[in-house]
């Protein structure tokens, strides 16, 4: 079957059953998506299908309809989204492997709402799990990039 | 230990030709003056050329060996080499470097010692010395223990100034002019002319000299990169999802696979029927490991199925199978034949309960699991005359004694690729990842395999942290506590990691009693004993060991004595403390916090104090009791480690220490039935998520006499600051983890 990750057509030979998160890893190298848990409690796979965040441990790649955008579409070092800006000027990396997921999760929050509250930010980034504790910069990101978006 | 420090010389000889023309630098000697001269009668001959530095004719590549799993510890190590060498970030690559002797960590030794950290008496520098001399010859390659920065701090400064003397010699016999007149800036030897020549093009003259050692290290208040905010090296990679972490790396012509082992930990495997697996689409091997299977397939999605589809015979764990049961181990270990250690007794406890009125309490802490984002992975090559393993590892020394066991290749064919680790909070201290697929990559020679756990594979092999429990007896006097007998029994994990490497532990455990007794307190009569629990289900380091249980006990028991005798948690503290540096660190937190003003109602306010891993830490915990629950509206943590290397990165360690601390003791614990962790992925072990983090204030101080580590010692006040909170605001005292077990939180 045919499939859209990142702007780009790939050809897979995979079970319809088999989760878009191991096709993109195994199948296309295409690594900035995580696997945490395999059951949607942790969103470290979070991508983008047509704009929206899915959790694509959860996503048989049979029942794929649309354009798949992952961290590595969302934007690039030399060219990055500004989500991606907002992480790096607060730093909230540290082990980093779920900001992937953290990222497409918040840039889906700010694409709907582009001005959210504490409480949005809460309801829509606490199926994310961070186990290093990088919560308070979570937050303070996504707040300075929907200010950001404001201007 | 000489035959393997050899050979680490000779790769990096054999790395820099292959750069051409270039030099590796090496250059700790001990010289701490105020060291007892031990330490250095055992360094005579073993610290020679131990490379952190290499200059080739076109990169600078910076060696640094701690193993980094999410704490910066490599940014921290490169900072502190760049600082004195005189490059800046952008102008060098790092590289986690082959396991070596070279890069053994003395500082892991002062947990150790039965001296508490505030003892700078002669004796316990001696012990401690003896300890680092010991971890020297054995050339513990280790991170943890809090211990990188510490173990850092003169070493690769002393490294980087070495290779800088040593560039600028180069430079000199080259110019003709005098060292003297020479400088350096932004990776290049300046002349008094205004010309310069490029570290990268004096590679090849510095190859050929002696290094210069015993170089002066700068007085801080010239430094331009330590003690400054810093941009992380890792930080645009982690945000832009281009770092490769271990379960990342590819290779062509791999196999991917996973692995299912007896959930009941260590137990063999009797048999197994892979019939229905072998037959499944895209599988391509089923094989026998210790104590389970490897399945290899054409992706990993499809190895998790076919694992499934596996009929296994597990037999029974060697441990109790319910969970009951550990807990009736624990409480009959407080008996004279168990105890480890009486290393804690201040006047005389027994005279000072004798017909007094006495309070006694008893605390529990649970098993616990790390479970790093990352779950554990590995992937590994063998071939007839070499091995090459890619996977996160804290003790890479270790793993590549474990894999030599498997396949029998010596020392000097095997090559350990440290990777970056996706979180691992003690869990990459243990060897099953590696084991698992060397032990199948063995059986299939020439192919590579990489192997990942599924996240309910990961909990089921996961080794906790210690269960435990302590048992109190307190007097108070005259609105004062006057006696303190604590007793806590643990299993002892530092014994069940040590075991796992064929080891013992030559005395007692100090993790038992960490964050208990040592604390700085002048309790006038106060004792501490540890009582060793036989081992039960097998346990590892946690993130901060020990004291995340000992911090819990000692410090709740001490706040309900404070109450007991009328006084103010955070003044009662003050009064007993004989530290000025942890005094300091309580002060701090009372005025950030605004310790005494008033409260509305349903409201509490919690202080904690522990000190581990020398790191006095203090934390107020403010919560209001709900309808709903409790609600963690603010904390306030303040810590002192000596000398601060980043800021930002300070700030995030301190921050997601109390997370971590305030998460599991909330949410959080593995519990056996049928001899199997009844836990299997977050849903019922999560520690804490966005919704319930509290807004955390931050505070370092500076005035510790050493530089410390900051990844763990903020864990242990987090539990007890919370308990003595939801006491405040409740009435109610919660006295085992997790907290929800009591109490709902919102």
Known sequence: MKITVNGRSHDVDAPAEMPLLWVLRDE????????????????????????????????????????????????????????????????????????SGQMMQAASLLSENPAPSDEDIDDAMSGNLCRCGTYPRIRAAVKSAAAKLEL | MGKARTIARRSFLVGSAALAGGVAFGTYVVRRPHDNPLADQVADGEATFNPWVLVSSEAITLIVPHADTGQGVASMQAALIAEELDIEFGQFQTSFGQPSAAYYNTAMASEAVPFMPTDKSFAAETMRSVMGAAIKVLGAQVTGGSSSTPDSYDKLRAAGASARETLKLAASQRSGVPVSELNTSNGAVQLPDGSELKYTALAADAAKLEPVTDVPLRDPSTWRMVGQDMKRLDVVAKSTGTMGYGIDFYLDGMLNGTV????????????????????????????????????????????????????????????????????????????????????????????????????????????????????????????????????????????VDKIAAITGHNAAQIYFHNQYGGGSFGHRLEFEN??????????????????????????????????????????????????????????????????????????????????????????????????????????????????????????CALDELIHAAGADPLEERLRLMNHDVSRKVLEAVGEMSNWGSALGPNRGRGVAFVLSFGVPVAEV????????????????????????????????????????????????????????????????????????????????????????????????????????AIFAATGQRIREMPFNKHIDFV
């Not at chain 1, 989204?81 to 980093?96: N, P, R, S, T």
């Not at chain 2, 210790?290 to 589809?309: K, P, Y």
């Open chain 1, 28 to 99: 296309l190298q295409i690594t900035g998506v995580k696997y945490g848990c395999g059951i949607a409690q942790c969103g470290a796979c979070t991508v983008h299908v047509d704009g929206e965040a899915v959790r694509s441990c959860q996503l048989a790649i049979g029942d794929l309809e649309g354009d798949v955008t992952t961290i590595e579409g969302l934007g690039t070092p030399d060219a990055l989204h500004f989500i991606q800006e907002a992480w790096i000027e607060h730093q909230v990396a540290q082990c980093g492997y779920c900001q």
């Open chain 2, 260 to 399: 299912r082992m007896n959930p009941r930990k260590g137990a063999p495997l009797n048999g197994y029927d892979a019939t229905a697996a072998e037959a499944m689409k895209g599988v391509r091997k089923v094989l026998p490991i210790t104590n389970g299977v490897v399945v290899l397939a054409d992706n990993t999605w499809t190895a998790f199925q076919a694992a499934d589809a596996i009929d296994y015979d597990w037999a029974p764990a060697a441990y109790p199978a319910e969970q009951d049961a550990h807990w009736n181990v624990v409480a009959s270990s407080f008996v004279d034949d168990r105890l480890d250690s009486e290393w804690r007794n201040d006047g005389d406890v027994d005279v000072a309960l004798d017909g007094a009125k006495t309070l006694e309490m008893e605390y529990r802490a649970p098993y616990v699991a790390h479970q790093p984002m990352e779950p554990i992975s590995a992937v590994a090559k063998v071939t007839d005359d070499r091995v090459d393993v890619w996977a996160t590892h804290q003790m890479p020394r270790f793993a």
């Open chain 2, 434 to 555: 590696i084991t698992a697929t060397v032990e199948a990559a063995n059986q299939m020679r020439g192919t590579p395999i990489k192997i990942t756990f599924s996240r309910e594979e990961d909990f089921a092999q996961d080794f906790t942290r210690q269960i435990g429990m302590s048992r109190s007896k307190g007097a108070v006097k005259d609105g004062k506590v006057i006696a303190h007998d604590l007793q806590i029994a643990t299993v002892s994990s530092s014994r069940s990691q040590m075991g796992r490497l064929g080891q013992s532990l030559p005395g007692p455990d100090s993790q038992i009693v960490a964050g208990a007794w040592e604390q700085p307190y002048s309790i006038p009569n106060f004792r501490v004993r540890a009582y060793a629990v036989p081992e039960l289900a097998p346990t590892s380091s946690w993130r901060s060991v020990g004291a995340s249980s000992g911090g819990f006990f000692s410090d």
């Open chain 2, 621 to 724: 915990v403010e919560v209001t009791n709900t309808d709903s629950g409790i609600k963690i509206d603010k904390v306030w943590v303040a810590a002192d480690v000596g000398r601060i290397v980043d800021p930002i990165n300070f700030d995030n360690l301190m921050k997601g220490g109390v997370i971590w601390g305030l998460g599991h003791a909330m949410n959080s614990e593995i519990t056996y039935s049928d001899g199997m962790a009844e836990q299997s992925n977050f849903y019922t072990h999560e520690g804490m998520r966005l919704n319930q983090c509290p807004e955390i204030f931050v505070k370092g101080l500076e005035n510790g006499s050493a530089v410390k580590g900051i990844g763990e010692p903020p864990i242990p006040p987090a539990a007890p600051a919370l308990a003595n």
